[in-house]
């Protein structure tokens, strides 16, 4: 059996053109060419659909189809297959139009020898070949710049936007990259940040690229975000700068861990500050009354006793702050467990405001209990509930202004005892509000050197509060008061 190098399928209707090319055929080596025939379009398809070809040898000008809808036809359902046009004319234009098409090539009917022939059926195979694989690499490039998360763009030098991916138009809010073709480049860069994108692009033009640039970008609307960019210089075959190729990452979410973390830090060194600061005070304070008694300098027997108490106080002070930095250890290492109790959350208010009677009387705050119903117990850890109102209640004490009035509420509602502590103090920056229950946060505009506290007090009370299936909010206003709504659970959720 003869194996051919080459199997043509010659779609020709005129028997005298059929005849020149077989003719030519004689020409080449037996076995290097197998022909093929068909006399109509429509047999040359039946033709393609039963047997491989290799290449096609096409008459446009054919019974049932004419001129370029003859390569159309074709081309459409043999994409594959290279097609060189025999033409009966020089400087055909349909001829031209159909290499301009997609044809590989073409032969004039006239001219047609055997090694000419092979020459550009060889040639057009070749070509096509070439061009499905280039075909191909393009593709996969096309995927991967389409499924890039970062954007990715090409310039030229001037910094107009020739080409970019999807991502990109993401970035800068843009419908599509169609939407941002010819755009100027440094036009999506913050003012700020020009220069800095001048001075880069001429060391990418120098040094070929540049790599990991932060910048502020613009979107559409003018909004701002962080990106990093890198970019690489693009060449011709002649090794001519032409433009050039950007990766832009949107870094927003890197610089929000970066300033949480620098904010934590900040945070964490000023709380060792205060922690030292806040134990020092009352055990100076406690020791110093325990000199002045155990040196006899006091011999009243009445001032003895006030000393005593003054001294038991600052004590019960450093316990409460002992208490709450275990609880924050607690919590931390998630080692919080919670003793439940059915307690009576009045009874538990009342002692707590007795506590303080000495403190609001010294600066003529009145406190106000208002119970609006008969029952509020709830099952609660009942030491650690206690901290936690004591908690709000010593803030709305510490914050509110002599003459001050404080009001605490208490009411049952589906399922739930709500306690309101209202006070008329100086309130809390809106912007703060949501904060103050992060861990060490303190109002700096309200919070002053006279006024002791860690930072921890609220943070654990959400905390503990949320523990106990409750939760705890805040309405304020600056300079007229705050109101703290806790409600818990009657009973414990499991
Ligand atoms: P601290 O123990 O330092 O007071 P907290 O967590 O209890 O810490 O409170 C956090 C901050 O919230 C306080 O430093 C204060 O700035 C603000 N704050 C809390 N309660 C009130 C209030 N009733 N009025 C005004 N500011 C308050």
């Known amino acids: 059996m003869t194996s051919y190098q080459i199997h043509a399928l010659l779609i020709e209707d005129d028997p005298d053109d059929v005849l ?3 003719e030519a055929l004689t020409e080449t080596e037996k076995g290097e060419i197998k022909l093929g025939l068909a006399d109509r379009l429509s047999r040359g398809l039946i033709e393609l659909r039963m047997q491989d070809y290799d290449v096609i040898l096409l008459d446009l000008n054919l019974p049932d189809s004419r001129g370029l809808e003859t390569l159309n036809s074709i081309v459409k359902i043999f994409p594959k297959i290279p097609v060189v046009v025999l033409s009966g004319l020089a400087d055909d234009a349909t001829t031209f139009e159909a290499v301009r098409r997609g044809a590989q090539d073409y ?49 030229d030098l001037e910094g107009k936007l020739m080409l970019c991916n999807q991502q990109t138009a993401l970035l800068h809010g ?14 999506l860069v913050a ?19 540049v790599i990991n640039i932060e910048y ?13 960019i890198s970019s690489a210089l693009l060449r011709d075959g002649g090794d001519a700068p032409t433009g050039f190729v950007g990766i832009t990452r949107d870094i927003t979410q890197r610089m929000q ?7 934590l830090t900040k945070s964490r060194e000023q709380f060792i500050a205060s922690v030292s600061h806040e134990l020092r005070t009352p055990l100076f304070s406690l020791l110093g009354y325990l000199d002045l008694l155990r040196n006899g300098k006091v011999d009243d027997y009445d001032v003895q006793k006030e000393f005593l108490t003054r001294a038991s106080k600052d004590a019960d002070r450093l316990l409460d702050m002992v208490n709450e930095l275990l609880d924050f250890s607690l919590l ?33 705050i009145s406190l106000k209990w208002v119970q609006m119903d008969p029952s509020l117990i709830a099952e609660l850890d009942p030491s650690r509930m206690r901290r936690v109102l004591e908690n709000i209640i010593e803030n709305a004490v510490k914050f509110s202004d002599k003459n001050g009035e404080i009001l605490i509420t208490g009411e049952s509602m589906n399922g739930n005892v709500i306690i309101n502590v209202i006070d008329r103090g100086c309130g809390i920056p809106e912007e703060d509000c949501t904060r103050i229950f992060e861990k060490y946060y303190q109002v700096s505009s309200t919070h002053s050197e006279n006024v002791y506290g860690l930072g921890l007090g609220l943070y654990l ?34």
């Open 332 to 364: 931390e290492s998630e080692r919080l467990a919670l003793n439940w109790e059915q307690v009576d959350l009045s009874v538990v208010i009342l002692e707590i405001l007795h506590s303080f009677r000495e403190q609001t009387d010294a600066r003529s």
């Open 174 to 187: 843009y419908d599509s990259p169609d939407a941002m073709l010819g755009i100027n480049v440094y036009e």
């Open 216 to 228: 502020t970008l613009l979107r559409k609307d003018g909004s701002h975000f962080p990106a990093e």
């Open 20 to 22: 020149l090319l077989k």
């Open 461 to 494: 009370a959400k905390q503990i509060i949320e523990a106990h299936g409750g939760s705890i909010s805040v309405k304020s206003q600056l300079g007229a008061g705050s109101t703290f709504t806790v409600t818990i659970p009657v009973k414990k959720r499991m």
């Open 107 to 155: 032969i004039l009917k006239g001219e047609i020898n055997g090694p000419m022939l092979l020459r550009i059926l060889h040639y057009a195979i070749e070509r096509k070949q070439a061009e499905a694989v280039l075909r191909a690499s393009e593709a996969r490039y096309r995927t991967l710049v389409d499924t890039s998360p970062n954007g990715i763009t090409l310039t």
């Open 257 to 263: 861990a970066i300033e949480a973390e620098r904010r």
């Open 191 to 209: 003012p700020d940040d020009r220069q800095l994108a001048v001075l880069n692009t001429q060391k990418t033009l120098e040094e070929g690229r």
